[in-house]
């Protein structure tokens, strides 16, 4: 097993959330976040970007689906915990996810906020 797979101990996982993923938590093993949506549609964005993240990196969450949220959990089964690729995946969830690129310097101007027609993820 590789550095990379050798599970951390919960008070290494608390620390490292509240440094690097402040909206994730430790939950019976595994590190967590819900992400709030608007509805349906926005429940599907989220669910089908967090799948194209785990296939690309072979690292694969349990998801909850529901209307109005997707809740995703990360647990390297073969360390039976929390390993550097719960953390880098989940990083790049919340990279990819929360990302608002009416907020930054961008050409994008990104979805319109005030408009639930188009809204579709309760950002943080």
């Keep these: 097993m590789s550095a990379r797979e050798t599970a951390m101990d919960e008070s290494q996982v608390s620390a490292r959330l509240a440094q690097e ?6 939950e019976n093993g595994w590190i967590r976040r819900k992400f709030r ?3 349906w549609k926005g429940t599907l964005m989220v669910v089908n970007t967090v799948g194209h993240l785990a296939e690309a990196a072979w690292h694969h969450p349990d998801l909850t689906v529901s209307y109005a949220f997707v809740i995703v959990k990360l647990m390297t089964h073969s360390a039976k915990g929390i390993t550097d690729k719960d953390f880098a995946l989940a ?5 990819v996810v929360g990302w608002q690129p009416g907020k930054e310097d961008s050409p994008l101007e990104g979805t319109p906020a005030d408009d639930q027609r188009f809204r579709y993820i309760k950002y943080d």
Aim: proline fraction near 7%; charged fraction near 35%.
């Design 37 to 39: 949506t608007e509805g």
């Design 91 to 95: 990083k790049k969830i919340e990279e």
């Design 21 to 26: 993923l402040p909206h994730w938590t430790y």
